[in-house]
């Protein structure tokens, strides 16, 4: 009977913290996305605004209605995925922490973390040296050459793949050592953890400053798909481990 009432009790606090991410966690994280997509935007558009307000004016204001639809209608579905998208990326980066602290220990949760926050830098990286750069050359070879478009979006996945497997190769053989010379010997668990990781964050590595690419093509809800399906296999995973 102790040991079912442990259970109960451990079940119950495992709820509690379900119901604790999908509540205020999950309010904090679309108040924040709102908030810094807001702060983006003014701190962009603010040194244009003057050339800016016009062009809204001349769209919104001195065109019939049909000039004003046929603008907003390529991008209507942008708005309905985007934020759910990047609310969902943020859960999937959560979730993996929360899971742990059910199934093992705190001290597990730690090892993770830092080997979760380290093997993301070079995501981080790879996506502001070479996502934006990516996109922009995409952008003009798919409104002028679709066939060019496809070569190059071929060769940046090729060598964006071919140097996150030799990263993941380097990190496979030395990765406790480089955790224990980092941050000492006490860590050294986090580098056998960055071991199994390797060739997920080499995927994430190559794919995500290619992602972009489906905003320009007007596929932006292929990575909401993608995330849905990956957030429902932590739900179903974290569910399963309150048994």
């Known amino acids: 009977p102790a040991q079912r009432s442990g259970s109960s009790a451990r079940t119950t606090q495992q709820q509690g913290g379900l119901l604790g991410l999908?509540?205020?966690g999950v309010s904090g994280l679309v108040f924040g996305e709102l908030?810094?997509?807001l702060v983006g935007m003014?701190?962009?558009?603010?040194p244009d605004r003057a050339r800016l307000s016009r062009g809204v004016a001349a769209v919104f204001f001195a065109s019939p209605t049909s000039k004003r639809l046929r603008v907003l209608s390529p991008y209507r579905a942008f708005a309905a995925v985007r934020l759910p998208t990047l609310l969902m990326v943020s859960l999937n980066i959560a979730l993996p922490s929360l899971l742990i602290a059910n199934l093992f220990e705190l001290r597990e949760v730690?090892?993770?973390?830092?080997m979760h926050l380290v093997l993301l830098a070079p995501i981080g990286l790879t996506q502001k040296a070479f996502g934006d750069v990516i996109t922009g050359t995409?952008?003009?070879y798919?409104?002028?050459?679709r066939r060019r478009a496809l070569r190059f979006v071929l060769i940046s996945a090729g060598l964006l793949t071919a140097a996150s497997i030799a990263g993941a190769l380097v990190l496979i053989a030395i990765a406790p050592t480089l955790f224990t010379v980092l941050f000492g010997e006490k860590w050294a668990p986090s580098g056998v953890m960055a071991q199994y990781f390797a060739f997920a964050i080499a995927f994430m590595t190559a794919s995500i400053p290619l992602s972009p690419i489906l905003n320009v093509i007007e596929r932006p809800g292929i990575p909401f798909a993608f995330n849905l399906i990956q957030l429902a296999g932590f739900a179903a995973v974290y569910v399963a481990s309150w048994s």
């Open 22 to 24: 999908l509540g205020g």
């Open 35 to 37: 908030l810094s997509r």
């Open 42 to 46: 003014v701190t962009l558009a603010y």
């Open 110 to 114: 730690g090892y993770f973390a830092l």
């Open 138 to 140: 995409f952008s003009g």
């Open 142 to 145: 798919y409104r002028n050459d």
